[in-house]
């Protein structure tokens, strides 16, 4: 940068997110200059296609040489808000290269390849900051970097997709069914009209990914995420948790496991949360991370997970930290994966689940139930029995069993549904869930 | 610090967070080296007398020659964690004086002397941390500092006092009386044996003023902060709030008037709060912190606010942070009160407000109870009459008002109350109490 003249920025990216950070650079140059001590100028917002307008946003910032724009060698600070792996990728390492600090909302990216990015970070000292990455405006990442980085995490457990909240918010809270409740989320415009990446959880295990990397201190990428959407939840499963006194609630879960060298165990499910623990009251379409550490105890963040001006918080939070440390000569610690921690596979992870099937009712059928899961080391918590009537009888089955187990493994929960499945005293359509929060 | 030798940590008090702290140092030294990439070495413990023991800390650790220990030129890294103003002050001031980073959960110093204590920090180049002062182990300042350093805060209102959260839940969920919530807090180690800076709103004040500085950018000290504590919070009070769909806190609030020239409003005083806000919730000893900004939205922390471990667990994150920037021979930005926003009276400062008391059951005298908040700018949302009977009936006040007010200023409120206590048609005993969060 010149001796004294302003801070440079360049924007990649002028779409929801990207247009109100435009905004907040270009209207509150004043506030921000007493913030950072320097004035922040935006040179350059990269798009890709010519033509782009947006009203209070100087049309000769646009440009579609992106690349030229993030080499030019004197940019402070490169903020991209494209999203996707190209050419967002290329532009970003480019940017480092060319000794620009860069502040990315792009979840896909980092969980592809932090390990890359944060060494080029490290290489050419300068910051990378991605607070918008994971849960919009919540400040989780900074958090999990610094305030929490003398203690040992446990485990973290987010609701960290608004819009698959607010569906089984609405089945809970509205009976509705899933397909009513995501019609509904389209027409509010918090689904959008492929939603495939939300209900499916592929957005949830993007952050996942970055959630466990920063708890654990090693490398862990989107595929290597367990990853179930809830597309499959039924008003049945509603009505089954809150029976048990639980809520359903798409979880991205990060812990350890128990082993001499712990692994690190990272999945998006469903999940029965309980009515009393904190995750469980967040509604519509908030997000909210809840993280157990050895010494601070429960910590839970709650906010808004998306929408252009609370990412555009975040996003500006990380450029004003930024700038402060480029007037200082210096760029903050990035962490690396230090730890080369193994992701265990699905199978070893443990949790708790409520089973349901119909059974015949008849002396010895719980008994021989039971067996099964002794058979599989998972030991039982509560049985709930109810008797069906009329058309909820299917093929002479007239009891249903409801079991809570204690913790087990999915491989030993798996054998477990499999000998049901093929038990002759056992109706079809045997419905699991995992639980998770005491 | 010597090249590729271990950063050298001083620590000023072993009492129940210190020795935590010592704890953390101790014990998990290859974890931290893990982190900070550099080992971090426990020099000395500073002790008021002389014969300290701790199980697991070499005795040599301790001397009574804490000024000696900061000023010996070589500490990267002191913990205060002594609490008070002397000599915590002048220990502080002496190490930033002398090269060394530090880390301080003193909020009641840092209510006090912010200001000198930032531009020292800043004139010597080195890191001033303070996560644990307030709430605990919630990570807030960090947040307050960094996070939303890009966005406009308007307004914070926090749970920072566990002991009082715990008085106030118990009043509330076990219909217990001040005074017996209070006992059962001592009896269980909530409350100290001298409560009078927990119950008196003094501890939450030192944290109202602290909050205020960071999120408006300038000075504020715990002498600005309007301070009401809770031992005037009757079961009258707790049953009036639920009534309305209410339950009372204490809270540390801070936000701004709406002058051209805003000012800052401080205030810590027992609050009715929906029974829908998200504050409503945190139950027992915990501690919350509510924050409304701009373009974040609304966004909410939580978390043990006390105790030796989570508090260490603030500290240590702080430590680790700091340990880093030194090892880039850098210090973080330290804000400085660059604002001079000016702390408006309480009279200025606006609220709504539930007013209770007994009147005439007579015509007219609805009318003119209306008419005396009218004469004050004082505008009604709702007016509930019930009828006393019995016991109930003082002084032949046969009716009783609850009134639930628009927002007001305190000067307004005081005239109504002023005029009410006068009028022949009410009794004596005018309650009211604040009214926050829609």
Redesign the interface.
Known sequence: MAENGPLKVALLGAGVVGS?VAR?LLAEGD??E??V?RRLELVGIGVRREGIERAGIDSSLFTTDSMGLVTRGDIDVVIEVIGGIEPARSLVLAAMRSGASVITANKALLAQDMAKLSATANDNEVDLYY?AAVAG???II??LR???????IRAVMGIVNGTTNYILDKMTTASLSFEEALQQAQDLGFAEADPTADVEGHDAAAKAAILAGLAF?TDVRQSDVFCEGITSVTADDIAAADAMGCVVKLLAITKLTNDDEPRVIVKVHPTMVPKTH?LA?VSGAFNAIFVD????????????GA?G??T??????????AA??RL??????VQTG??KREVAPIGDATARYYISFDVEDRPGVLAACATVFARHNVSLQTVQQSYLEGLERRDGFAARLGVMTHEASETDLAGVLAELAEASFVGTGVNYMRVEGS
């Not at 555009?312 to 930290?321: H, N």
Request: aromatic residues 4%.
């Open positions: 109100q907040v506030t921000l007493s913030r001590g607070e405006a919540i400040p900074r958090p610094e305030s929490l980085v003398g203690d040992e201190h904190p009251s550490s050895r010494d601070a105890g429960q910590l839970m963040f709650l906010g808004a929408g001006a609370p555009a918080s975040a996003v500006m939070g990380d450029v004003v930290t402060r440390n200082r000569g210096s760029a903050a610690h230090y730890m």
